[in-house]
């Protein structure tokens, strides 16, 4: 690219003077002309490669589509919202400098997850539903008529264009920390969601930086029962979850919709269940047709809220604070993260699958954006093993506390992200973090208001991580 710049530029300001050369230009002095303009030449393309390297002219044109539906409804479906951005995106103080790039995302929106039984719990609310004699409330009507026809597990369009994006975004914010030898490297978990998302986010990539660099995902790590991997949970078999904490919730939370629903419905009875069922149907079929879903207008504001909160406690006592067993399920992915900022080895007897992160070609340290693409359980254990989101006291399951920051729409929405950034400070090497790009108070290494932490500081803070979770993971088999 250099060389076709400096010539295309070349030609005509060269051929130029020696066509018009005057005739008291002595040799000496066309000789020193042309060095001049060889110099000058030199830096016009210098400059050019520069601005072509970080694309500075590149907008982002966002291809997500927008959802129809206010924030009070489609910010309130706890993992099923879609991404939306806290807050604008603020760059370090000027004394700070971005020297390297973590990002862990979750995969985008998707269809209902057999894992999680959802299509058969949906199916059976609808199959409730359509028991009826006749629909009371108009806005039910259009359940005789309804054909449920989501697919499974995969990614949904606008998952995928979501992923893509950011992609894009995460070209601009960082591109001065790629070139074409510094290219980001990619991993994801083995499911096809998963794979999806970490492609488009590649491909959003490639597109902004206009193929310059074109990251690619460069390991898939296995997800099945026996396997280590740091990008997904499952490898702690005595881990509780949190089913009695979310059907205390549903109980309180959904038996009064269920009674309003029922009332509507003679023949049919709609149980508490059916009522999470239909919430999820919502928010699933409102991702997967890019339009609000008829489910959608049967609940009002702060039923969703109820439902948020149904959401909180399942990650809560799912894979966060709440399980004694949940946070060590994060320390592997903890200690790849300390191994990429201080640039040495993985320490860990934990969850890293050792054949993998002692390879330079399947964990390099020399890299300055790291893309990793996961599961929402599994980036919740990551918020507790690092001390995110630490609650003062446990999420009652009867009750949800308004002053809470434990808000698993705000935590991992569909295409969550926890970023840390590496940054020199004056010399010093430092640290932050944001959620989908809020800054995050990192108390337990006493940041200020900045958020900024010195790495020291962070790694004496992350004893629980270096300890391999102080004999928590040894508990997960024994
Ligand atoms: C993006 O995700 C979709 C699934 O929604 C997939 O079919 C497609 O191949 C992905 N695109 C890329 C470039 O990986
Ligand atoms: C570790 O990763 C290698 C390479 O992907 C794989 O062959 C092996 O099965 C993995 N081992 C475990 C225990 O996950
Ligand atoms: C729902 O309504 C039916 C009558 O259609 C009634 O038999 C049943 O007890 C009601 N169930 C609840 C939970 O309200
Ligand atoms: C997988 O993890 C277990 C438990 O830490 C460890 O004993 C084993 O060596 C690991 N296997 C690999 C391939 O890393």
Known sequence: MEASITTAEAEPLLGQP??????HLTRRKLKRFLILAAILLFILGIDLLFSALSGSSYEVKPVSPKIQLPGSIKHSWAQYTPYFSFSEYTKPPSDCRITQ??????????????????????????????????????????????????????????????SFDTGQYDYTRYKHLVSKYSV??????????????????????????????????????????????????????????????????????????????????????????????LISLCALETVANI???????????????????????RKYYGTGY????????????????IARLTESPVRDNTQTNRTLDSDPSTFPLNRKIYGDFSHENEIVAIYGA???????????????????????????????RLVTERLDCSGIVSVRMLVNDRLQPLGFCGSGDDGICTLDAFLQSQEYARNDGNGDFEKCFD
């Not at 929106?109 to 108009?138: M, T």
């Not at 970490?198 to 990251?215: D, E, V």
């Not at 949940?326 to 790849?336: D, L, T």
Request: aromatic share 10%; net charge negative; hydrophobic share 35%.
């Open 18 to 23: 020696r066509a018009a050369l005057p005739r």
């Open 101 to 162: 790039v973590n990002i862990l995302q979750r995969h985008g929106a998707r269809f209902p997850a057999s894992n999680e039984n959802e299509p058969e719990g949906i199916e059976a609310a609808l199959a409730n539903l359509k028991s009826a004699s006749v629909f009371l409330d108009p806005r039910l009507e259009f359940i005789k008529d309804y054909t449920y026809k989501l697919g499974e597990d995969d990614l949904v369009a606008f998952g995928a264009a979501q």
């Open 184 to 277: 980001p490297f990619v991993r994801a978990s083995r499911d096809q969601r998963v794979i999806d998302s970490a492609t488009n986010w590649t491909s959003g990539f490639g597109h902004a930086s206009r193929g310059n660099p074109a990251p690619s995902l460069n390991v898939i790590i296995e997800e099945s029962p026996n396997s280590n991997s740091t990008l997904n949970n499952g490898m702690c078999p005595n881990a509780g979850d949190a089913s009695r904490q979310m059907g205390i919730w549903e109980d309180i939370y959904a038996t009064n919709i269920a009674s309003r629903l029922n009332a509507s419905v003679p023949g049919a009875t709609v149980t508490a269940a059916d009522v999470t069922n």
């Open 291 to 313: 339009e609000p879903s008829g489910f959608c207008d049967i609940f009002d504001p702060s039923e969703f809220e109820s439902f948020e909160y149904y959401g909180d406690l």
């Open 322 to 337: 709440g399980q004694e067993l949940g946070p060590v399920q994060g320390v592997g992915y903890v200690n790849e993260l």
């Open 386 to 416: 690092l001390g995110l989101f630490r609650q003062p006291d446990d999420l009652d399951p009867t009750s949800p506390d308004p002053e809470r920051t434990w808000i698993a729409s705000y935590l991992v929405p569909f295409s969550a």
